[in-house]
């Protein structure tokens, strides 16, 4: 089973980056489509970014397009977040989440990470 675990969320200004880690236990790692949502305060859960399971094609949301960059290893069975040109309102607890089938974009996702908090601050 793929059980992610994320990591590098922190405390930034606006206008800095981060990168977030989302590593899987298992082996099946390699197998799964991930992807990265998160959730603010008092708002539903949003789509952030997604990989295929051999990482031929991404998808993002329009907000964060040209900011965020997604990627994996699956050597590693690490998938990543890169983010840019951070933005108060990116400020959320960010999830990996995996799913061998199914759409990409919407959150019924088969397993799912504990969470990790970014910040964003003007």
């Known amino acids: 089973q793929v059980q992610p675990v994320e990591s590098g969320g922190g405390l930034v200004q606006a206008g800095g980056s981060l990168r977030l880690s989302c590593a899987a236990s298992?082996?099946?790692?390699?197998?799964?489509?991930v992807a990265w949502f998160r959730q603010a305060p008092g708002k539903e859960r949003e789509f952030v970014a997604a990989?295929?399971?051999?990482?031929?094609?991404?998808y993002y949301s329009d907000s964060v397009k040209g900011r965020f960059t997604i990627a994996r290893d699956n050597a590693k069975n690490t998938g990543y977040l890169q983010m840019n040109s951070l933005k108060p309102e990116d400020t959320a607890l960010y999830y990996c989440?995996?799913?061998?089938?199914?759409?990409?974009?919407?959150?019924?996702?088969?397993?799912w990470g504990q969470g990790t908090q970014v910040t964003v601050s003007s």
């Open positions: 990989i295929t399971w051999d990482g031929g094609n991404t």
């Open positions: 298992g082996r099946t790692f390699s197998g799964n489509n």
């Open positions: 989440a995996a799913r061998s089938t199914g759409p990409l974009t919407t959150p019924r996702y088969s397993y």
